[in-house]
């Protein structure tokens, strides 16, 4: 009895990861029963050293094998090299599963015991029956990594900057209150208190959450820390993620309301203030920006308290977008036109869109209104509906300005009677009768033409 | 008894296991036959001689530091009676010992104690309470931390060795327990750089394990080099005397009184028998990584020549002993380069390519200012005249030289990314990648390889065999096995032997372990496809493979451990390879047995490569150095003391002036083989670095490891850590430098170019093609467990 004391004591104290009861039990299977204490804890040293050392020597094949995971070849090879014979029927590929066994009732103190579970194998069953699958034999693929220091972005690559993009990982949930709890906790990991805060006060004095109330000075005191301040670039991306869903969901609602337009109003100052704000580096997020702008021009029915003043401003930023970026993005324009004709001449569209693709085009210039207007037929495809026209006056004189005075075309003359006929031709009744009071023009537009 | 074997302290040491107590009782006894045979010859003087060396050995045995456990407390049985009730056995177990030492060097009787032992030494007795360890160590501890800034960075490396040798006193004496709570309670601080170390002396318990273990025995063989300056020796000397200096934060009485005395006098006993201060004259102003040069146990990992009789004690002082090397490029023979100068015109004018006129100078190897070219006859023995493959590889040198995409790493930090010009300087700087991975590879893939000309990529396997494919697409057809010689009688009969219709792919077996290196021959460059394959392998062998038959044609057995890396020559005729020997071996393809033998290292030799004039070896060795050797005399030249790991792979640069070395410790160091001094030190990578590869003008590294990433790295600049840690306002330049969050405790050195990671690929090899574009190849993981 006694000896089973100092068991228990010299197992406390010994710290080893090799316990000294582990051998005695070793000892015991063998037949030795009374194992002396000081000869069971120097032997679990020792096995616990020899145990280091074949796995140092494992490591080397490890290491060599370039991996990072230690498999029971390396400790075989190890084994070998140490002049040991090695542990047979220890395969990677077989990895051995440990199963806990029946708790032992008659001896309460005895831990959980583990063991090997043995299946028999049928052989018959194993020949009859089994079809060894071969594994597919090692191929390679190529793919750039870096084309002058610049990593494509390929699905071989990884995605880039995990990490400072956030919307990018995310593109396809549909669920807002999902992707803003999402973006909330995205926020966390990333930002920096201060600017947690920052982004909660800006977005909540530029659109309060909710019933609040709106403080105008807040909010152009918002604004304009959004057209000034330096230091923003970590926020970029979540402003225009806010922005957008902003819109997304104010015209997704449809509903033609006041505060609805407001709301639209609110979300492209913060653009416009971000395309001001000098210190930053929007380029990457373009793509992102680009959606709620041409959104808020082309959507079909915008309240119209506000649309007039809406499809202005957005084509005012698409114009801005376009005068910054355009050369070094020399593919931008001619997409937004594309879009932007589209938008006027398909027939299924609402003149609300028509109206907003006609001053996006006067936003993109001259050449674009050439195009749509003249070239295309737009104006032929406009008519005379009411508010358009106003527009379609506007584009014309980004062509060529009206005169101040104007001279009307003398019908009698040869040349003007022509000059009617092609604007006629061009444009449509409508806009020609009113263009053939004005010569100058009437003759600039043409010779645009 | 155990009689200790002083193991062999030599630093050529080739035997891999030292030689356990049982070994030595078995020489003891053959000594004691060898003796009575040498006098029934009547052999004297033999005799004499062996005897005089048997007792030199065995005075050595009785040293106290290789006194058994058992002998010991034996020993203190006899003195520990006196106060205890004498006769009663009880002071068998350690811990009895232990309490009762603790008791008496408390009581009155102390002196008398101390007194009446005598001639075996107080102190040793002393030295036996393992408390003066904990306090001695916590008092050193202490005085680092509390010395005046300037000179904490030289104290700081002290406490390591210190450690160390407490420890294995510790051990030695049989005080598990004490040893055990020492580890525990000051191993943490030293965690962070010595973590390899610290864990090898964690797994030693008995003193046995002291005698037989490696490390160990070189802490006790060998001292412990530590660089201080004039001043802070002083200081030291004054605190290990006097116990001045520094404070003693919330230590009561300081290091005044008796505790603080013992203590500081088992520091002492350290400082005197194992550590060896190589004092400085001036407090030059020190790198963040200059302690790594010269501290740490350097006496056997400098090779000695024999002409000295002094023993270098630092790296410098060998590398500067042996004076200067030949680095400049191979020279190539008159007749060959005239054959070759011909031959450029005559393509120049074919091509109608008036550039192609002035390529001449290019045939003629540039040298560069300061250093030495070696001449013809320096050259490894090879045969005199020049074959037809070799004017075609040589023009194509040239015109790989004019069309080579130009790599100005230097370029790069002075652009501006938000500029135009700044992005194309930019872009000009930065190498184009080439990724190649493999899938369905089980265990992953331990080597890869291109040839020179892009045309073949081989890799080896853990199931011993090889894979070559053809990366053109081109079937890859052997020989058929069975033909008649006499009717061979031209190419075209030979080429109709070929078999039909192969695959671009082909499995090359003959090995009987994993493949761990492979290497095409250097002699076609890129002008042709290699016609030999080398590989490596864990079955000791290294063999050729023919890649016209497609077979193995030569098994080279030497080695008798794994091979773990091979090497051709640049001229290919030669080759070297690596072994867990702790040798590197230089073999000629022609033959089978052993050229040179370069013996030297203390433990396995990991990698290996020809300097690119082919004068020269470089190793890196798992003792955690680098060496340089001279091939024909096979004796190391230089030796890189610096790396805190194993030194995994290397990479000569083409203009044969540097050396990068990656290690474990997840650096890259980059040498300068004329003065052997380290020029700077690179690090960002995560995990280990697989491979290191140079562009062609040696301005650019690029590396690959286990961290899934290729990292580019500006050989030129200056490096060292970041001055202050990137702002949080700004986008960091292009979208290039995304690198995975880098461990806190990992530091991007500013060289540190651009990152590109991979999806799941540990990138096992790069490789730059004669123009400059990088190919890397790795085994792609895949994310389902098997």
Redesign the interface.
């Given at each position: 009895m006694s000896t089973k004391q100092k068991t228990t004591k010299a197992s406390g104290?010994?710290?080893?990861l090799y316990k000294a009861d582990s051998v005695k039990d070793v000892a015991e299977s063998l037949g030795i029963t009374n194992l002396p204490e000081?000869v069971a804890?120097?032997l679990a040293?020792?096995v616990?050293?020899r145990v280091?050392?074949v796995i140092?020597e494992a490591s080397?094949?490890m290491?060599?094998?370039?991996?990072?995971t230690l498999?029971t070849?390396d400790i075989d090879?190890a084994l070998r090299?140490l002049n040991i014979e090695p542990l047979y029927g220890h395969s990677?590929?077989t990895?051995a599963v440990f199963r806990r066994a029946l708790p032992y009732p008659q001896l309460a103190s005895a831990g959980p015991v583990y063991f090997v579970e043995d299946e028999e194998i049928d052989f018959e069953r194993v020949l009859r029956e089994e079809k060894l699958v071969l594994?597919?034999?090692?191929?390679?693929?190529?793919?750039?990594?870096?084309?002058?220091?610049?990593?494509p972005l390929i699905p071989?690559?990884?995605p880039?900057?995990p990490?400072?993009d956030p919307s990018l990982t995310a593109p396809g949930t549909s669920a807002s209150d999902k992707r803003a709890s999402q973006q909330a906790a995205l926020v966390k990991q990333v930002l920096?208190r201060e600017l947690q805060l920052y982004y909660a006060r800006l977005t909540t004095s530029i659109l309060p959450s909710g019933s609040g109330t709106v403080d105008p000075t807040k909010r152009t005191a918002a604004l304009a820390s959004l057209r000034h301040d330096?230091?923003?670039?970590?926020l970029l991306p979540y402003l225009v993620r806010w922005v957008g869903e902003g819109t997304v969901n104010v015209l997704h609602n449809g509903t033609q309301d006041d505060a609805s337009g407001r709301t639209l109003e609110v979300l492209l100052d913060v653009i416009a203030a971000l395309l001001e704000n000098t210190t930053l580096?929007i380029e990457?997020y373009l793509h992102q920006i680009l959606p709620p702008v041409l959104s808020v021009l082309l959507h079909s029915s915008l309240p119209p308290m506000h649309s007039t003043h809406l499809r202005t401003s957005a084509a005012s930023a698409l114009a801005r977008i376009l005068t910054q970026y355009s050369a070094t993005y020399p593919s931008l324009a001619p997409r937004i036109m594309k879009t932007l004709l589209l938008a006027l001449l398909a027939p299924d569209r609402g003149p609300g869109t028509r109206l907003g693709a006609l001053r996006g085009l006067i936003g993109v210039g001259k050449e674009a209104v050439r195009k749509g207007i003249l070239d295309a037929g737009g104006a032929k495809a406009l008519g005379a509906e009411p508010g358009v026209a106003g527009a379609v006056f506007e584009a014309l004189a980004v062509l060529h300005p009206p005169s101040e005075h104007p001279v009307p075309l003398d019908l009698e003359d040869l040349d003007d009677a022509q000059i009617a006929e092609r604007l006629r031709e061009i444009l449509g009744d409508f806009f020609a009768d009113r263009l053939v009071s004005d010569a100058n023009w009437a003759r600039g537009v043409l010779e645009e033409s | 008894m155990s009689a200790a074997t002083p193991t062999a302290s030599t630093p050529d040491a080739s035997t891999p296991a030292p030689p356990s107590t049982e070994a030595s009782q078995g020489t003891l006894a053959a000594d004691r036959l060898v003796l009575e045979y040498l006098r029934a010859r009547g052999h004297k003087a033999a005799e004499q001689t062996l005897t005089e060396t048997i007792s030199s050995f065995e005075d050595k045995g009785k040293s106290p530091i290789t006194i058994s456990g058992e002998e010991l407390v034996k020993r203190l049985t006899v003195f520990a009676e006196k106060p205890a009730q004498p006769g009663e056995n009880t002071l068998k177990t350690t811990l009895g010992v232990q309490k009762e030492l603790a008791s008496a060097v408390n009581s009155s009787n102390l002196q008398n104690l101390i007194a009446s032992i005598g001639p075996v030494g107080a102190e040793e007795i002393l030295s036996l309470d393992p408390n003066d360890k904990q306090e001695g160590f916590r008092e050193l501890e202490s005085w680092v931390e509390g010395s005046l800034d300037i000179y904490r960075p030289e104290f700081r490396p002290i406490i390591f060795p210190i450690f160390c040798h407490f420890y294995l006193d510790l051990v030695q004496f049989g005080f598990k327990d004490a040893a055990q709570e020492f580890f525990e309670t000051f191993s943490p601080s030293l965690e962070p750089l010595h973590s390899t170390t610290i864990h090898r002396l964690s797994t030693l318990r008995l003193p046995s394990h002291i005698q037989s273990d490696e490390t160990a025995q070189r802490f006790r063989n060998e001292k412990y080099t530590i660089q201080m300056s004039r001043s802070g020796f002083a200081l030291l000397l004054g605190w290990l005397t006097e116990g001045v200096g520094g404070e003693a934060p919330g230590l009561g009485d300081g290091f005044f009184g008796e505790k603080g005395r013992r203590g500081r006098a088992a520091v002492m006993r350290v400082v005197n028998n194992h550590l060896r201060f190589d004092v400085a004259t001036t407090t030059a102003s020190k790198s963040f990584t200059s302690w790594e040069d010269n501290t740490g146990l350097l006496s056997s990992l400098i090779p000695q020549s024999n002409g000295t009789s002094t023993p270098f004690t630092n790296p410098q002082a060998f590398n500067d002993a042996v004076g200067e090397l030949k680095l400049g490029p191979a020279p190539i023979s008159d007749e060959l380069r005239a054959e070759t100068g011909k031959s450029l015109r005559e393509q120049s004018m074919v091509d109608r390519d008036l550039a192609g006129q002035y390529d001449n100078h290019l045939v003629r190897p540039t040298a560069i200012a300061g250093i030495i070219s070696p001449t013809i006859a320096d050259l490894l023995p090879h045969p005199p005249s020049f074959k037809a493959v070799d004017v075609r590889r040589e023009v194509e040198k040239v015109r790989d030289a004019r069309k080579r995409i130009r790599l100005d790493p230097s370029a790069h930090s002075s652009a501006d990314g938000n500029t135009p010009q700044g992005a194309a300087a930019r872009q000009r700087s930065l190498p184009s990648i080439c990724a190649y991975t493999l899938y369905d590879t089980h265990e992953g893939s331990p080597c890869c390889t291109f040839s020179q000309d892009t045309s073949l990529m081989a890799a080896g396997f853990e199931e011993s065999y090889i894979r070559l494919w053809n990366l053109k697409g081109e079937p890859l057809n052997g020989l058929q096995s069975e033909f008649q010689l006499n009717n061979i009688r031209d190419t075209s009969s030979l080429n109709s032997l070929r078999e039909k219709g192969g695959s671009p792919t082909r499995k090359l077996i003959g090995h009987s372990g994993p493949v761990y290196s492979l290497a095409f021959d250097p002699v076609s460059g890129s002008a042709a496809p290699p016609k030999y394959l080398l590989s490596g392998s864990a079955d000791g062998t290294a063999r050729l493979w023919s890649m016209d038959t497609m077979t193995n044609v030569v098994a080279y057995r030497g080695h008798q451990n794994p091979v773990w890396d091979v090497d051709w020559s640049p001229m290919s005729i030669y080759f070297t390879t690596a072994s867990r020997d702790r040798t590197a071996r230089l073999w000629s393809t022609d033959r089978t047995s052993t050229l040179r033998i370069y013996a030297g290292h203390s433990s396995d030799v990991d990698c290996v490569r020809f300097h690119p004039n082919s004068l020269y070896i470089a190793t890196g060795s798992s003792d955690w150095t680098a060496r340089l050797w001279d091939v024909q005399r096979g004796t190391s030249v230089r030796v890189f003391i610096g790396h805190q790991g194993i030194v995994s792979t290397l990479a000569f640069s083409p203009d044969g002036r540097y050396l990068a070395t990656a290690g474990e410790d997840l650096a890259i160091n980059l040498w300068d083989l004329g003065s052997g001094r380290r020029v700077k030190k690179m690090t960002g990578h995560t995990a280990s670095v697989y491979s290191l590869a140079f562009s062609a003008e040696s301005s650019m590294l690029v590396s690959g490891g286990a961290d899934w990433a290729v990292r580019c790295w500006d050989v030129k600049g200056a490096g060292g850590p970041p001055e202050v840690s990137r702002t949080n306002g700004t986008v960091s330049g292009s979208g290039s430098h995304h690198s995975k969050d880098p461990g806190p405790d990992v530091i991007e050195t500013t060289d540190l170019l651009a990152t590109f990671p991979t999806k799941r690929t540990p990138i096992v090899t790069v490789h730059f093609t004669p123009r400059n574009l990088c190919l890397v190849a790795g085994p792609y993981l895949s994310t389902t467990p098997r």
């Open positions: 104290s010994s710290t080893g000081a804890s120097a040293s020792d616990e050293y280091h050392q140092e080397r094949f290491r060599h094998a370039r991996r990072n498999t070849s090879r090299v990677a590929y990895t594994p597919p034999s090692v191929r390679w693929t190529a793919h750039w990594l870096a084309v002058e220091g610049v990593q071989e690559n990884p880039a900057v990490r400072d920096s330096a230091g923003l670039q970590p580096f990457p | -």
